[in-house]
């Protein structure tokens, strides 16, 4: 019923940037929270930003200054915007969302990126 599709992984070069998105659909209320992982291979999943339902963001040391996590209530889209990317970025991301009134966390299917020459 509930579905979230992420999108906007690829291949790119060090320095380079990506936008993820994680656009949800179905019977579902404004965002409250949400947040964006990632697991690389071999390696345990982390967390890597989020928000929460005031506004406030935490981010991973690791990407703090390079990524940013922001949501557009209208349409329901949540983005990780991902710049000055590195080598150790790169791992399968996945989008978890909750919404209002719902008690269930919803994810995404994950979307790869690949930071590379």
């Known amino acids: 019923q509930v579905q979230l599709v992420e999108s906007g992984g690829g291949l790119v070069q060090p320095g380079g940037s990506l936008r993820l998105s994680c656009a949800a659909s179905?019977?579902?209320?404004?965002?409250?929270?949400m947040a964006w992982y990632r697991q690389a291979p071999g390696k345990q999943r982390e967390s890597v930003a989020s928000?929460?339902?005031?506004?406030?963001?935490n981010y991973a040391d690791s990407v703090k200054g390079r990524f940013t996590i922001s949501k557009d209530n209208i349409k329901k889209v949540v983005y990780l915007q991902m710049n000055s990317l590195k080598p150790e970025d790169t791992a399968v991301y996945y989008c978890?969302?909750?919404?209002?009134?719902?008690?269930?966390?919803?994810w995404g299917q994950g979307t790869q990126v690949t930071v590379s020459l």
């Open positions: 978890s969302v909750r919404f209002f009134f719902s008690d269930v966390t919803y």
């Open positions: 179905g019977s579902i209320f404004g965002i409250y929270d």
């Open positions: 928000m929460a339902g005031d506004g406030s963001t």
